[in-house]
């Protein structure tokens, strides 16, 4: 699954925010609904955190400086 999310992540990353959370929520449903339903395949899944950041080239306007 981690090299699946990175190819994921890395194949779009020129999408928008908002493009890029939907296509990583759709995703994440789908590899949910192909799990099999009996507890003794799965006996963990572990919790995930995805967080994005957009980093911007434009001047910062409070200080006026590049990041």
Known sequence: M???LRKLLLD???LPMAEQQQLLENT???W???LPND???IQ????ML???VKLDS???KATGTQL
């Open 50 to 52: 995805v967080l994005g």
């Open 44 to 47: 963990q899944m572990d919790d």
């Open 39 to 41: 507890e003794d395949v």
């Open 28 to 30: 994440m449903r789908q």
């Open 58 to 60: 434009e001047p910062s």
């Open 12 to 14: 779009n990353h020129h």
């Open 2 to 4: 981690r090299q699946n």
């Open 32 to 34: 949910m609904a192909y």
